[in-house]
C-alpha cells in the first residue's frame, strides 16, 4: 500500500511563493526509481482535476503544463521520500486544491493513469 501525503498549502497573495510537499510511504524511492512516475494535479473550484506537473522516476526529469511552465518547479529527495513543488509568482487562477499522485510506470497527464493519491492540500492566491 503506498500513502501520499501532502502539506505546505496556504492562503498567499498574487506574486508570492509556496512549496508543497508530498511525503511517500509504503515504499522505497531507490527501489523503485526506475518503473514510477510521481505527478502533481489541481483542482480548481467547480472544475476537473487537471495535470500540473510529473517527475519520472528514473532520470529524474521533470515535466509541465503550459500553464505553470516557467513558474513551478518540480523536484524529489530519494533520501527523504519526497517530492516537492516549488510554486513562484503565484496567481489567482492558480487557487486549487493540490494532489500528488503516484504511478507504477511511465509518464502520463491524465489522472486515470495514476494509482495513488494523496488527500489534497489547498492553495488560495488573493489578487
Known amino acids: 500500500q503506498v500513502l501520499l501525503a501532502e502539506s505546505g498549502g496556504g492562503l498567499v497573495q498574487a506574486g508570492a511563493s509556496l512549496r508543497l510537499s508530498c511525503l511517500v510511504s509504503?515504499?522505497?524511492?531507490?527501489?523503485?526509481?526506475?518503473?514510477?512516475?510521481m505527478g502533481w494535479f489541481r483542482q480548481p473550484p467547480g472544475e476537473e482535476r487537471e495535470f500540473v506537473g510529473r517527475?519520472?522516476?528514473?532520470?529524474?526529469?521533470?515535466y509541465y503544463a503550459d500553464s505553470v511552465k516557467g513558474r513551478f518547479t518540480i523536484a524529489r529527495d530519494n533520501a527523504e521520500n519526497t517530492v516537492y513543488l516549488q510554486m513562484n509568482n503565484l496567481k489567482p487562477e492558480d487557487t486549487a486544491v493540490y494532489y500528488c499522485?503516484?504511478?507504477?510506470?511511465?509518464?502520463?497527464?491524465?489522472?486515470?493513469?495514476?494509482?495513488?493519491w494523496g488527500q489534497g492540500t489547498q492553495v488560495t492566491v488573493s489578487s
Open positions: 517527475i519520472a522516476g528514473s532520470s529524474g526529469s521533470p
Open positions: 509504503g515504499l522505497v524511492f531507490g527501489r523503485t526509481s526506475s518503473i514510477h512516475t
Open positions: 499522485a503516484f504511478r507504477r510506470g511511465l509518464g502520463a497527464i491524465t489522472p486515470a493513469a495514476y494509482d495513488y
